[in-house]
């Protein structure tokens, strides 16, 4: 009987989703239904009985074509957000099934080897220093704060203080030095340790934003102690890579842990094409990525990399009588991440890398940074479009007429046509519109088709 109700659930679910994913890529991009909408759909006063499950799930999934941004589509370039895998949904429908607390081996055997394989897959395929060890954390912005958490253990247990017992109060003091363009998610990570924001040091960048070596090596020959560098692969405005072999090197020289935030930018370390860009970038002592943005595996999986295994096990791990933790070769996934009980989130990580293979992943960057470079030649062409950046990777920023006003017109106007959905920025003073390609299913013709809607809009500003 129970199984019963749980089959016939599960069917409907499987039926409301395969619906779903048919109308992805035909339907409107942006969400089509208001807050008042949604909420009077789903705001009802909590019974006492509760409700029919069936009719739950059906209502929820009735409210999804309206009330959901086709983020998985093709033509969706607001964020790097990526898709799905067919094969990377499927595996996390078995994660839901199993419902396995991934935290520790005794709770989860298959969990902690597949985890234990992937990551292993991951520092293959980026070609990071293999003795690293892999967390899967909720996101880059919790990878960033697992590596920074081992940069801030390493750092000073070299100079003898040992953070986890004792505390910042009476440490010695940690330079903290990152770009004029780090993410806001290093600031959050910065926060959270108990650094502050306002402790960073700010290296100038480029015109493209990108880090200024130069400006690093005198900046560091004024500091003394303990230190960390922030550096960054893939920009998120116009995707430039920090210089990181120069970077390593000044980092090297001066004993600094260089952490490298790559939420994105790291997979270009897996095409031959575009791995030039990352030269240099196994200098480094920590590294954060996502699998949930550019590999196309659903939310929520971040990746944190740290090459000093002991610093990072120490800033990470804990311990209880009650737990019973591995003594021998297997893996308890919470020496290695924040996190605690969470998901098997390394399952589909699994899955889509065993799937698609090395030439798979190769391909799949190398297609969204062509499919960029189309969107950015597109663009140019048309009589007052300026694409503002040089489109090194999957990113491209285009400001329309010549002044703020007019591009941020055409971003709305985009948003409301429907055909895509791209989002805006500030880009050294200017409004730009931001294109970023990380969807494994865009296609020259989605591009077209992008390209087109855009120049429509624009054209009919300039009528008015
Ligand atoms: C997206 C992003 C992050 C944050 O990642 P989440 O997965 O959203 O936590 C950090 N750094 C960069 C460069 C990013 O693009």
Known sequence: MTHDRTSSLLARAQAHSLEYLRQLADRDVDARASRDQLVSALQVPLTAA????????????????????????????????????????????????????????????????????????????????????????????????????????????RVGWNVEADGLYDAPRINIVSSAESHITIDVALR????????????????????????????????????????????????????????????????????????????????????????????????????????????????????????????????????????????????WVPEFSRRARGIPVYATLRTLGRDGVSALVDNCCARARQMGELLGRIDGVRVLNDVVLNQVLVRFGDDDETTRAVITGVQKDGTCWLGGTVWHGMAAMRVSVSNWQTSELDVERSAEAIARVFAGLRQR
Request: proline share 3%.
């Open 192 to 335: 959270y340790l108990g650094f502050g924001t306002r402790i960073q040091k700010r290296v100038e960048s480029d015109a493209q934003g990108r880090m200024r070596a130069d400006k690093l090596r005198e900046m560091m020959a004024t500091l003394e102690g303990p230190t960390i560098i922030c550096a960054q692969a893939g920009n998120v405005n116009t995707g430039a890579f920090d210089p990181l072999r120069e970077i390593g090197e000044i980092a090297q020289a001066h004993g600094a842990w260089l952490h490298v935030d790559g939420a994105f930018g790291l997979w270009a370390r897996t095409s031959a094409a575009h791995r030039a860009l990352a030269d240099g970038m196994e200098l480094a002592d920590s590294w954060a990525t996502d699998a949930h943005k550019w590999l196309n595996t659903p939310y929520d999986c971040g990746v944190a990399i740290v090459r000093h295994a002991q610093d990072h096990h120490d800033a990470m791990t804990s311990s209880a009588a009650y737990l019973i933790q591995t003594q021998g070769p297997e893996r308890d996934a919470v020496d």
């Open 50 to 157: 509760g409700e029919d499950d069936a009719a739950v799930i059906d209502l929820l999934a009735a409210q999804a074509g309206q009330g959901t941004v086709a983020s998985g589509s093709p033509r969706y370039f607001g964020f790097v957000v990526g898709g799905t895998y067919p094969v990377a949904l499927a595996a996390d429908w078995l994660v839901s099934t199993w419902d396995q607390n991934a935290g520790i081996n005794v709770l989860s055997p298959l969990v902690s080897v597949a985890e234990e394989v992937a990551g292993d897959w991951l520092l293959d395929l980026f070609d990071l220093p293999r003795e690293s060890e892999v967390g899967f954390a909720t996101g880059c912005q919790m990878a960033n704060f697992t590596c920074l958490a081992a940069a801030r253990h390493g750092v000073l247990r």
